[in-house]
């Protein structure tokens, strides 16, 4: 059983870049599908990117295409999000979350991931 664990967040003025990363504790990702969502303060949590590393299919939010892009280094079994140009609006804690057997349609469905982290905060200000 694999247990994400988030680090690299943190406070960043607006149009800056973050990259957050996602490390696998107790196994490896591999065969595993890697999301990243994040909840703002009263509200719901919401998809930001995934990527299922068996070939390398990946999907995004609409709110973060284009700025954010997700990838994986397998030497150290982690998967990153680099996230730039970054607005006040993308503050919240972001997850990592993890399973097996996500299919490519349901890889932007919370109820697809099993394991989850325990977030990182991010807050975008000037």
């Known amino acids: 059983q694999v247990q994400p664990v988030e680090s690299g967040g943190g406070l960043v003025q607006p149009g800056g870049s973050l990259r957050l990363s996602c490390a696998a504790s107790?196994?490896?990702?591999?065969?595993?599908?890697v999301a990243w969502f994040r909840q703002a303060p009263g509200q719901e949590r919401e998809f930001v990117s995934a990527l299922r590393l068996n070939g390398g299919h990946t999907r995004y939010g609409d709110s973060v295409k284009g700025r954010f892009s997700i990838s994986r280094d397998n030497a150290k079994n982690t998967v990153f999000l680099q996230m730039d140009s970054l607005k006040p609006e993308d503050t919240a804690v972001y997850y990592c979350?993890?399973?097996?057997?996500?299919?490519?349609?349901?890889?932007?469905?919370?109820?697809?991931?099993?394991?989850w982290g325990q977030g990182t905060q991010v807050t975008v200000s000037s």
């Open positions: 979350a993890a399973a097996q057997g996500v299919i490519i349609s349901s890889m932007s469905r919370l109820l697809s991931y099993h394991y």
């Open positions: 107790g196994g490896t990702f591999s065969g595993y599908t």
